[in-house]
């Protein structure tokens, strides 16, 4: 690697030494503000409060830092990024430095007016979130009643201010069996994709597993309806399907890697190799408040810890896919072990796959116990 090469892509030598280069994608939490309140969020259990959020100066720079840095994608999420009234002006910004804009949305706060305004600004896609198909179930599941008719109101209108739609679909025991009403859903809306993707048991939806894990029948039963479906509408609509990790062989190649393709940054401004490691109670991230991105990618302490294959233990290390998998989830080694740096109990070669796998199904076959609210944290009462 000769000085320049190291100079253009801007990634430290010991990065490209592991075969890492610039990181592809920019997940912005603008603000965790939400009016929902998902009981399987994956915002942290501690959410960061409005004043602490970086102001709209802030924001600007980290997403120049993130064009500068040789990122193509930014995703505008939160909570609700459609709180924040500088949006349109973050959005104008990513399109000034050649960052495609994915805006990650409820959709409940948007009207036509201003879906037309993001458009101008230069915004490339838009994904929508549905709790179900059943309008009450949905309402209830989100915590927000006259949601999901706002929701389809808003799905249309994507398409008609002429932006392409995806519909994130997050499914559970409480709704699983609608999983072909999702994908007929998807088509009355005109989305071009569907995200089929079971809950991830990460921070709210650890907290609420019990009430969301599917047995593993009602999973196969469900997995068999998208399979036929992605065969009959090839072409049609694009279909994308994650399996719940409690039943998987193996585990799934989390983040594309730790530290190897996406940077995430808080509304506070700390910055995460993942949206879920602050589970990870020993690491320290640094804040783009006081590093710039490229900084953090080359140097954090928190996105060196589990790189590469060195931190591994002996079983991934000496496995054929620990350059594939990069030996599972962390957080999920961290939430169901209490150790970040154990192969991830989602692989069948782990000594306890068994017995997360039991927990599922006992879980399952248990009547769902009622929903811990996002910011009701404690509170088993369902809001009216
Ligand atoms: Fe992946 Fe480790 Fe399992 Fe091998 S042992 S498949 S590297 S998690
Ligand atoms: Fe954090 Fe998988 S969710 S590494």
């Known amino acids: 690697m000769t000085q320049a090469q190291v100079q253009e892509t801007g990634v430290s030598p010991a ?26 969020c ?34 505008l999420s939160g909570g609700e990024p459609t709180v924040r009234k500088d ?3 973050l959005v104008a ?15 409940v706060l948007l009207d036509e007016r201003r879906l037309g305004k993001l458009k101008e600004s230069g915004l490339d896609h838009v994904q929508v979130s549905f709790q179900d198909t059943e309008e009450s179930n949905a309402d209830r599941i989100g915590g927000y009643q006259g949601g999901h008719r706002k929701k389809i109101e808003v799905a249309k209108l994507v398409g008609k201010v002429g932006l392409p739609l995806t519909i994130n679909a997050v499914m559970h025991r409480q709704n699983l069996e609608h999983v072909d009403d999702f994908i007929a859903l998807a088509l009355r809306l005109g989305a071009q994709r569907i995200e089929i993707a079971q809950v991830q048991y990460y921070g709210w939806a650890l907290e609420n597993r019990a009430a969301f894990m599917p ?43 730790w530290g190897r393709q996406f940077m995430y940054v808080a509304p506070s401004g700390e910055c995460l190799p993942c949206h879920a490691a602050k589970c990870i109670t020993h690491l320290r991230f640094d804040s783009v408040m006081e590093h710039s991105l490229g900084w953090i990618w080359s140097h954090s302490s928190a996105f060196n810890k589990y790189r590469g ?50 927990l599922a199904e006992s879980e399952a076959a248990a009547a769902p116990p009622p929903f811990i609210y996002r910011r009701l944290r404690g509170s088993s009462v369902e809001p009216p």
């Not at 912005?28 to 009981?39: D, T, V």
């Not at 990513?94 to 959709?107: E, F, H, K, R, W």
């Not at 009602?218 to 009959?232: D, F, I, M």
């Open 15 to 40: 990065l490209q030494a592991m075969g890492i280069g610039r990181p592809l994608a920019l997940l912005a939490e603008l603000s965790h503000r939400c009016p929902l309140q998902c009981p399987y």
């Open 42 to 75: 994956s915002n942290p259990l501690e959410l960061d409060e409005r004043s602490k959020e970086m102001a709209t100066k802030d924001w600007l720079r980290v997403l120049s830092e993130a064009a500068e840095l040789g990122m193509h994608q930014v995703h």
């Open 87 to 89: 949006l349109e002006e």
């Open 93 to 107: 910004h990513c399109a000034q430095v050649g960052l495609y804009t994915n805006l990650i949305t409820s959709g």
């Open 215 to 257: 047995t593993y029948a009602q999973l196969q039963k469900a997995t068999e309806v998208v399979e036929s479906a992605r065969e009959r509408l090839k072409g049609q609509l694009e279909i994308d399907y994650v399996v719940p990790d409690y039943y998987a062989t193996r585990p799934k190649n989390c983040m594309g890697g």
């Open 309 to 358: 294959t060195e931190w591994m233990p002996p079983l991934c290390k000496g496995c054929e896919r620990r350059e594939i998998d990069w030996g599972g989830c962390r957080c999920q080694a961290m939430a169901l072990l209490g150790d970040a740096a154990e192969t991830d109990p989602a692989c069948s070669l782990s000594p306890h796959h068994k017995d997360i796998f039991q």
